[in-house]
């Protein structure tokens, strides 16, 4: 234990004292922190700038650009917290996987994981299959000063979408094939991803992430019972894996609202809620001992400021008797949201919210 309580003693006091991670750790703070879901690349012209010419991925194994894309919100917007640039198939791209992630697409994947043979192509993630990102998020602490670095991870049910299906899909039909059909593969198959994550979310912990994320932005998808059945404890597992750090565990998806219990309950400290929920019902649905991220519509962006303000201060008023509110958008920041739209909310929410 370090003088400030954290267990993997990494960070400093200044970080682990940020609006941040006090209302991770459902602490008083001085203001609601704000930070959005796809706030690196995506809207920044100086992002599409040092992007020119690199493919997704390889900027993601490239720790000079990597810190640079990352630190482009921070300087910009003002944000509360950093998100480590990467996505969620670097660590099956880190262990082999034949996948690539296409423009305007998304990941695509060369063979889809249909039977059990296929499971061979998922082998351990050690931390030296991904040294770009302990060297990268080595670079970020020594910049961010006291912003907290969120590290993320895509939750097993997300990979195994794209992994099964082999690229994004809007129905999950060979997915939820294997899971309704041959329930032990898929329990293997989410397993497997289960140790990865949990190993990939390590070594950025270790490397000195003061949050993670894990993103399981399809399980809307899926019907509760099946949740809880199928899926829940794959994603428990990551989040028993780092536990012992002491880091706060974030968990999202889209279109969860019927699963927010059950994704407090996988062993969150935070829940991330979308749009379609209010907090304080939201809230209701967790329960106790929990602290919530979110809930913008992204699009509410593309209205008048007026509309932007009125929207956002029904968040704030919704959040009113959370125990710990984290201010995010709904999802990720869409491409084509005006940037200066997010500058511009960040220092609303941290006005409307002085305390
Ligand atoms: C489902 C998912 C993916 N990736 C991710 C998720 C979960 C979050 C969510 O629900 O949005 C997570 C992700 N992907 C990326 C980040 C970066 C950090 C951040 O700003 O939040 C994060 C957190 C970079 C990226 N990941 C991707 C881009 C765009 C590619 C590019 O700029 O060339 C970025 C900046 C590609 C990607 N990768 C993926 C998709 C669906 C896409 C978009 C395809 C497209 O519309 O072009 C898979």
Redo the contacts with the bound molecule.
Sequence with gaps: MSANGSPSGKQPTATYDSPFLKACRREPVPHTPVW???????SLPE?RKV?EGV??LESCMRPELVTEI?LQ?VRRHGVDAA???????VPLKAIGVDLD???????VVERPIRTRADLAQLRDLTPEDVPYITEAIGLLTAELGSTPLIG?A?APF?LAS?LVEGG?SRTYENAKAMMYGDPELWADLLDRLAEITAAFLKVQIEAGASAV?L?D??AGALAPADYRRSVLPASAKVFRAVEGYGVPRIH?G?GTGELLGLMGEAGADVVGVDWRVPLDEAARRVGPGKALQGNLDPTVLFASREAVETKTREVLDAAQALEGHIFNLG???M?STDPDALTRLVEYVHAQSAR
């Design positions: 959005f879901m796809r706030q690196a690349g995506r992002y992007r493919g997704m990352t919100p998100i480590y640039f990467s996505d969620i198939v992630i296409k423009p305007g697409v998304g990941p993320f895509g997300t794209y994004p994320q993103f932005s399809w999202f889209v999802h990720g920041v491409p």
